[in-house]
Nanobody, 123 residues
Framework: QVQLVESGGGLVQAGGSLRLSCAAS????????MAWFRQVPGKERELIVA????????DSADSVQGRFTISRDDAKNMVYLQMNNLKPEDTAVYYC??????WGAGRGPYAYWGQGTQVTVSS
């Protein structure tokens, strides 16, 4: 069974940091692009940052540039999202996703999604 499980969300004050983790199991993700999305109730899910199957960042939303960093540890089948200088507008449910096809840039189409982890930033 293929699974992506996010963790690391929580409540943090504005200006603080969090690191989200995405643990993959059931299939090797080392040859797949990966991405982090976020969603606020009533809005569409937003791609915020993506990483190549080989490790380089391929996409980063303007709203998080310079603050959020994606990384991957293929030996552990893990993807991370380091979030610094958090703002109240970063409050959302955060999801990780894996490309359907191997050797991609993390821009989709996506075959696998996690269940999401809530991040709440207080002002």
């Amino acid at each position: 069974q293929v699974q992506l499980v996010e963790s690391g969300g929580g409540l943090v004050q504005a200006g603080g940091s969090l690191r989200l983790s995405c643990a993959a199991s059931g299939v090797t993700f080392r040859n797949r692009g990966m991405a982090w999305f976020r969603q606020v109730p009533g809005k569409e899910r937003e791609l915020i940052v993506a990483v190549l199957w080989s490790g380089g960042t391929t996409d980063s939303a303007d709203s998080v540039q310079g603050r959020f960093t994606i990384s991957r540890d293929d030996a552990k089948n893990m993807v991370y999202l380091q979030m610094n200088n958090l703002k109240p507008e970063d409050t959302a449910v955060y999801y990780c996703a894996a490309d359907r096809n191997p050797w991609g840039a993390g821009r989709g189409p996506y075959a696998y999604w996690g269940q999401g982890t809530q991040v709440t930033v207080s002002s």
